[in-house]
């Protein structure tokens, strides 16, 4: 963050334009991966690219979370006088079509309650939409004998089994048609609500700048949010062995540094409710990132 008045100079950070370009680009490939995911090859739909309103149904879910999810950001550092960017999309040509979405705050954060209160706004506007069109995604889904190698990126055949939530939702809505040695071939909404809950999950780590580490630190003070940094991004590592796909944000969480900027007042502590909720949200990554017990999986012929 770069300290200066909170009013001066708002409108300089708005770039309407530049925004809705991303947003429009990010759109044109995030529908491009969505027609891949309906089944469709990229010949097909280069060849007649009326096929590629079967990709909308993905990349507009997707993009709603997204949106929603850096809206709320925005409009909570708003209320708090924080000058902040617009939402910035990141569209790529492959695989899910964006690396996501962010805004970026230029202006000292007043104290740890709107520190807190930035931060996880955005974690549960993208829970909000993520959990019941993963659900309902879930509900279009086949079931499919599993592949190997697997892995959590595999939507034609993912093994719900790496994550106790993701194993547990999967298991309530398809009941006995999911059972061993079979897989998930996820509907594009699926995907889309599945691919929200990941980005959702990967920003609660409580490391330095991440929604996660911000929330650390309006909870429990610089000090303590950094000692819990650390630890977290060692699991983290340690996770990255037993399931590759979270090696590479390990690495990366290795080299963001642990320290977030502190707020004007970074004294005054949250409330109880505000406590409760972190400590909620925190819960949610526990349970998303730790494996299905095999007991459980066991229970339910899973």
């Not at 999309?89 to 979405?101: H, M, R, V």
């Not at 909000?128 to 879930?138: E, H, N």
Request: net charge positive.
């Amino acid at each position: 963050m770069k300290e200066g008045n909170p009013d001066r100079g708002q409108h300089s950070l708005y770039r309407p334009g530049f925004a809705i370009a991303l947003l429009l680009i990010t759109l044109l490939t995030a529908t491009m991966a969505g027609a891949e995911f309906a089944g469709l090859k990229s010949e097909q739909w280069q060849a007649t690219p009326q096929l590629l309103a079967r990709g909308l149904p993905y990349s507009l879910a997707l993009i709603a979370i997204l949106g929603l999810r850096e809206l709320s950001h925005y409009w909570v550092a708003l209320r708090y006088k924080i000058r902040v960017t617009l939402p910035y999309f990141i569209p790529i040509p492959f695989f899910i079509g964006t690396l996501g979405a962010f805004v970026q705050m230029r202006s000292p954060v007043p104290h740890r309650k709107a520190l807190f209160d930035v931060a996880i706004v955005g974690a549960i506007a993208s829970l909000i939409l993520s959990v019941p069109l993963f659900i309902w995604g879930l509900s279009l889904s086949e079931v499919v004998p599993l592949s190997k190698p697997n892995s959590i990126f595999n939507f034609s055949a993912l093994d719900p089994r790496f994550s106790l939530l993701m194993g547990v939702a999967s298991k309530l809505v398809l009941g006995s048609k999911l059972t061993e040695n079979l897989g998930i071939n996820l509907h594009p909404l699926a995907i889309a609500g599945y691919i929200g809950l990941i980005i959702t999950v990967l920003n609660l780590i409580p490391v330095g700048q991440l929604d996660g580490g911000r929330i650390v630190h309006a909870m429990f003070g610089q000090r303590q949010a950094m000692l819990i940094g650390q630890v977290s991004r060692l699991l983290i590592l340690l996770l990255g062995f037993r399931q590759q796909e979270f090696l590479i944000w390990a690495l990366i969480l290795l080299f963001m540094p642990l320290a977030d900027e502190p707020a004007l007042n970074d004294i005054t502590e949250l409330d109880n409710r505000r406590d409760f909720l972190g400590l909620l949200v925190l819960a949610l990554l526990i349970a998303v990132l730790l494996p299905l017990p095999g007991a459980i999986a066991r229970g339910w012929n899973f």
